[in-house]
C-alpha cells in the first residue's frame, strides 16, 4: 500500500506561484512513477504532469508546459509540482498519483491516489 498526502494549494492571484507537494508513505515510493492531475467544478479530470520512477523523465500537457515543473525525491518520499505564471484557468483540485507503470500522460489506471488539494488563481 501507498498513502499519498497532497499539500501546498491555496489562493493566488494570476500570475503568481504556488509549490505542491505530494508525500508518499507505505512501500518503496521509487517504485513508481507519479502523476499530477487536476479537476475543475463540472469538468472532467485532466493531465497535468508526470514522472517516472528515478524522475529521469518528466512529461507535461501543453496548457502547462514551461510554467509548471515537476520534480521528486525519493530519499524524502516526495514529489513536487512547481507552478508559476498561474493563470485562473489553472484553478482546479490537484491530485497526485502513483502508478507502477511507465510514466505517461494518462488521466485513470493510477494504483495510487491521494485526497486532493485545492487551487484557485484569482483575476
Known amino acids: 500500500q501507498v498513502q499519498l498526502v497532497e499539500s501546498g494549494g491555496g489562493l493566488v492571484q494570476a500570475g503568481g506561484s504556488l509549490r505542491l507537494s505530494c508525500a508518499a508513505s507505505?512501500?518503496?515510493?521509487?517504485?513508481?512513477?507519479v502523476g499530477w492531475l487536476r479537476q475543475a467544478p463540472g469538468k472532467e479530470r485532466k493531465f497535468v504532469a508526470t514522472?517516472?520512477?528515478?524522475?529521469?523523465?518528466?512529461y507535461y500537457a501543453d496548457s502547462v508546459k514551461g510554467r509548471f515543473t515537476i520534480s521528486r525525491d525519493n530519499a524524502k518520499n516526495a514529489v513536487y509540482l512547481q507552478m508559476n505564471s498561474l493563470k485562473p484557468e489553472d484553478t482546479a483540485v490537484y491530485y497526485c498519483?502513483?502508478?507502477?507503470?511507465?510514466?505517461?500522460?494518462?488521466?485513470?489506471?493510477?494504483?495510487?491516489w491521494g485526497q486532493g488539494t485545492q487551487v484557485t488563481v484569482s483575476s
Open positions: 498519483a502513483a502508478d507502477r507503470g511507465i510514466a505517461s500522460a494518462k488521466t485513470s489506471g493510477y494504483d495510487y
Open positions: 507505505g512501500r518503496t515510493f521509487s517504485w513508481y512513477a
Open positions: 514522472i517516472s520512477r528515478s524522475g529521469s523523465s518528466t
